[in-house]
């Protein structure tokens, strides 16, 4: 029997398309042959955005040797594209040409950080106009983690205090955002060639804004700073307003400990400096982080530690988890939870393994509880085979990535919430301010975290939270059973843990606090 549609989904992590009928399969499941296509009439490549395809010409060609069809469409939220292989050969052509520039686009690059190195302007805060977020973490598709939950939560605050503020980004916006000016930004060029890709887009980008905010000044430009980009700063220097940069970390550091390092290294690193340099203003989510930055050369004074923060009406305890227990069999049983994209500094491994040897203790923890893990990312595979090892498949759902819109949903239906970080193989200081711990704070459920970095100053052990040796298997399993044993421990920590995030970190008092900073500089 033929089957009328094949969809095959785009391998971007934490993406969740909706496809109506046919066969789904991920790309990486058909390239690696586990299921066949049969026959069909239609394969459609799903992805966020037909214009931002990464190795675009790879996919393409694949995809046409594998199922040998005359057409592909390509399909995202808005639109279809038909793509034929006249439409592939071209595109061979291009990548083939882009390769023969690539030493050229990364001089134009190396003369404009000249032409901004030594560029001196004399900026403005226009306090009665609207400020600009801009996001270029070419992320497209990525439909929740923390990333998604910082840009809403600032985007939101922002929106509260000034109204419908302009929003630049190549990345997914939650439709919870309180501003309907949002301006997405696609590749133009350099599609299979990552770092290029992003160099181009410096030059690309900026012509779209500009023709976008037709003259309109903005109060300041607010950025979130990506690998390679330098958008931000341009415009700011185009208005003369200040440019705040929002650094979570420095990508050359990501790059080398958590990616496959870079192969334009220097340049990174030299974009990355200038934009330090050159902000007016510095939001990092960490005292540690501020300590890099001094340490690098960084003006203290122009550095803002800001926490991350919780939308305490999206994540409250009046949320009902009821649905989410019935779907996965959990109406009897206490549910240990944790939600991230399974990075290498998550340590869900470490939780997977702390889960086994509970129930190794105990046999009716098999009966009594269930470990639900939210997310997908590098470490999941790792995790699945330490499930596979202790036998506990069946104890514990692994429900894959869900869109930042449903996640509260999940957190609701577990009793405790786990933050089981681990310390940076490279011993440096953790650096990070997890987003989603503010989140189970906010649900006002029981939380068993890490005593690391950050996470040692917000939460206090034994009043809002129970803390365990960084990747100290036995000790988390402790924690977690005194919590199993004890609900009105539970009930206790979690009560504090929402009083705390509902006093201090809300995303309002996170902007309250750059706007002030603001002020202070520029002399209010």
């Keep these: 029997m033929m089957s ?37 009439t239609k394969i459609y490549f799903v992805t966020a955005d037909i214009d931002s395809i990464t190795n675009m010409t790879m996919k393409m060609q694949n995809i046409f040797i594998q199922s040998r069809m005359p057409v592909i469409v390509l399909k995202d939220t808005k639109r279809e594209k038909n793509i034929t292989v006249w439409h592939l050969l071209l595109r061979l052509v291009k990548k083939r040409q882009e390769e023969r520039d690539s030493d050229k686009l990364v001089r134009v690059v190396n003369d404009r950080m000249d032409w901004l190195e030594h560029r001196i302007v004399r900026k403005r805060y226009r306090k009665n106009s609207m400020p600009m977020y801009i996001k270029t973490t070419m992320a497209y598709g990525v439909q929740s983690g923390g990333m998604v939950a910082h840009s809403t939560g600032v985007i939101n605050a922002l929106a509260k205090q000034y109204g419908q503020i302009p929003v630049y980004t190549t990345d997914y916006i939650s439709s919870e955002v309180q501003t309907r000016n949002i301006h997405h930004i696609s590749m133009k060029a350099y599609h299979d060639f990552s770092e290029l890709r992003n160099l181009y887009f410096n030059f690309s980008a900026c012509r779209e804004i500009y023709g976008l905010q037709k003259g309109r000044a903005p109060a300041f430009v607010y950025q979130r700073y990506a690998l390679d980009n330098f958008v931000g700063l341009q415009i700011s220097y185009r208005y003369k307003v200040p440019f705040v940069l929002e650094f979570n970390s420095s990508e050359i550091w990501t790059s080398r400990h958590w990616g496959n390092g870079l192969k334009y290294k220097n ?16 939001v990092c989510v960490s005292d540690v982080l501020k300590e890099d930055l001094i340490k690098r050369g960084i003006e203290s004074q122009k550095i803002l530690v800001d926490y991350n923060g919780a939308d305490i009406e999206k994540y409250n305890p009046e949320i009902s988890g009821k649905e989410i227990r019935e779907k996965y069999c959990l109406q009897n049983k206490i549910v240990i939870g944790f939600c991230g994209s399974f990075g290498v500094f998550h340590g869900a491994e470490k939780l997977a393994e702390s889960y086994a040897e ?40 692994c429900v894959g990535s869900i869109c930042f819109e449903k996640i509260s949903l999940y957190l609701a239906a577990c009793d405790i919430l ?79 843990a929402r009083k705390d995030v509902v006093e201090n970190y809300t995303w309002d008092v996170h902007v309250r606090k750059i706007i002030e900073k603001m002020d202070e500089i520029y002399g209010g």
């Design 418 to 496: 786990v933050a089981p970080h681990v310390c940076n193989k490279d011993g440096s200081n953790f650096f990070g301010s997890p987003t989603k711990l503010f989140e189970y704070m906010a649900m006002g459920k029981a939380i068993a975290a890490s005593d690391l970095g950050q996470m040692s100053k917000i939460l206090r052990d034994g009043e809002n939270a129970l803390l365990f040796e960084p990747g100290n298997v036995k000790d988390m399993s402790d924690k977690l059973e005194i919590l199993l044993r004890s609900d009105v421990l539970r009930e206790k920590l979690g009560t504090n």
């Design 358 to 397: 509970l129930i190794s203790r105990d046999e009716n923890y098999k009966r009594k509880t269930s470990l639900m893990m939210i997310g997908e990312g590098r470490t999941l595979p790792e995790v699945k085979r330490i499930l596979k090892r202790f036998q506990i498949e069946d104890c514990v759902n």
């Design 4 to 40: 009328e549609k094949v969809y095959i989904i785009d391998n971007i992590p934490l993406f969740n398309p909706v496809t109506a009928g046919g066969k789904i399969l991920s790309y990486d499941e058909f390239m690696a042959g586990r299921t066949t296509l049969g026959l069909c």
């Design 267 to 282: 340049l990174a690193e030299r974009i990355e400096n200038l934009n330090l340099d050159k902000a007016d203003l510095i």
